[in-house]
């Protein structure tokens, strides 16, 4: 009996040990998680107006106008950017991030990995260490895995240009990128969305009247000297959402996950703590029946 409340007691020291460590876990989580939630929260309308001008003004180009970036071209060589994070202990996060890549790269780009085409770029440890396991025949760009230790535009914007320089020379057909979608600290997404070449708004069919009207856009200084400058820098700045997107998620699951480590330590401990008591009032009681009988022996 003694062995046994010893090993409560010890399971009971670990538990509480633990949840120290979980709540100081939550408590780191919850400080990085206000400034990357303010950093997306402040982006996103400003990404998404950009985006949504871009796809409007590709929409509405005349023939004699292009841009590499919105022109689609039969898809050779494919480019998966999957972006994770650096650290675990973040729920299921990462793993719903990896899902979605796999789903992405079996469902759609089948041929090109077969044929040797398919290219995937890791952003985040977690990432890296999953596709260099369970796809080791692709070839893989990892040499960005540590960029979330600067989230700068500048310094994102210089992955972002190498992804479009290279789609420009050809390396690659068509861009994917599969991130983390932030929508608050309990609940996080995993998207997949097509970064090069920009899709174009529908403008056929009746399922959506509003989308057949274009903005009509007055171009100064001209189309083409306005849509080099304008059309990578928007790029560029929807490149970095999706990089914040993924930061805010990361802080906001692992503190959701550390917070229910935290109840569940809790609620382990009461658990402990009445097998302890139960197991001390049995020794307890043992020892007084010992006295007992053996006072009632000595009568005899």
Same mark, same amino acid.
């Given at each position: 009996?003694?062995?046994?409340?010893?090993?409560?007691?010890?399971?009971?020291?670990?538990?509480?040990?633990?949840?120290?460590?979980?709540?100081?876990?939550?408590?780191?989580?919850?400080?990085?998680?206000?400034?990357?939630?303010?950093?997306?929260?402040?982006?996103?309308?400003?990404?998404?107006?950009?985006?949504?001008?871009?796809?409007?003004?590709?929409?509405?180009?005349?023939?004699?106008?292009?841009?590499?970036?919105?022109?689609?071209?039969?898809?050779?060589?494919?480019?998966?950017?999957?972006?994770?994070?650096?650290?675990?202990?973040?729920?299921?996060?990462?793993?719903?991030?990896?899902?979605?890549?796999?789903?992405?790269?079996?469902?759609?780009?089948?041929?090109?990995?077969?044929?040797?085409?398919?290219?995937?770029?890791?952003?985040?440890?977690?990432?890296?260490?999953?596709?260099?396991?369970?796809?080791?025949?692709?070839?893989?760009?990892?040499?960005?895995?540590?960029?979330?230790?600067?989230?700068?535009?500048?310094?994102?914007? #210089?992955?972002?240009?190498?992804?479009?320089?290279?789609? +420009? =020379?050809? /390396?690659?057909?068509?861009? !994917?990128? @599969?991130? %983390?979608?932030?929508?608050?600290?309990?609940?996080?997404?995993?998207?997949?969305?097509?970064?090069?070449?920009?899709?174009?708004?529908?403008?056929?069919?009746?399922?959506?009247?509003?989308?057949?009207?274009?903005?009509?856009?007055?171009?100064?200084?001209?189309?083409?000297?306005?849509?080099?400058?304008?059309?990578?820098?928007?790029?560029?700045?929807?490149?970095?959402?999706?990089?914040?997107?993924?930061?805010?998620?990361?802080?906001?699951?692992?503190?959701?996950?550390?917070?229910?480590?935290?109840?569940?330590?809790?609620?382990?401990?009461?658990? #402990?703590?009445?097998?302890?008591?139960?197991?001390?009032? +049995? =020794?307890? /009681?043992?020892?007084?029946? !010992?006295? @007992?009988? %053996?006072?009632?022996?000595?009568?005899?």
């Amino acid at each position: 009996m003694g062995a046994n409340l010893k090993e409560v007691r010890g399971r009971i020291k670990s538990v509480k040990s633990t949840q120290q460590i979980t709540k100081a876990m939550k408590m780191v989580s919850a400080a990085k998680l206000r400034r990357a939630q303010q950093a997306i929260t402040q982006m996103r309308p400003y990404a998404n107006k950009l985006n949504e001008m871009l796809t409007n003004i590709l929409s509405t180009l005349d023939g004699d106008t292009t841009t590499t970036f919105g022109t689609e071209r039969p898809v050779v060589n494919a480019l998966v950017v999957v972006i994770t994070s650096n650290r675990g202990l973040a729920g299921a996060f990462n793993t719903n991030v990896i899902k979605k890549a796999v789903a992405l790269i079996e469902e759609k780009y089948t041929a090109q990995r077969n044929s040797g085409n398919l290219t995937i770029m890791c952003i985040g440890k977690k990432g890296n260490d999953f596709f260099r396991r369970n796809y080791s025949d692709v070839k893989r760009i990892d040499e960005h895995v540590e960029v979330f230790s600067d989230l700068s535009f500048d310094n994102i914007a #210089l992955i972002s240009q190498h992804i479009m320089d290279e789609f +420009e =020379a050809g /390396t690659y057909d068509v861009v !994917e990128a @599969v991130y %983390g979608r932030f929508k608050n600290a309990a609940m996080q997404f995993p998207e997949a969305v097509q970064f090069i070449p920009v899709l174009k708004e529908e403008t056929e069919g009746e399922e959506n009247e509003k989308s057949k009207v274009k903005a009509d856009y007055i171009f100064e200084p001209d189309k083409e000297s306005l849509l080099k400058h304008l059309v990578p820098s928007i790029l560029q700045t929807t490149f970095h959402k999706f990089l914040l997107d993924t930061h805010a998620s990361e802080h906001g699951a692992r503190m959701t996950a550390m917070d229910k480590a935290t109840e569940n330590a809790e609620d382990l401990l009461k658990d #402990l703590k009445i097998t302890y008591n139960k197991a001390r009032q +049995e =020794a307890i /009681t043992k020892e007084l029946s !010992e006295i @007992v009988g %053996g006072a009632a022996a000595l009568e005899s």
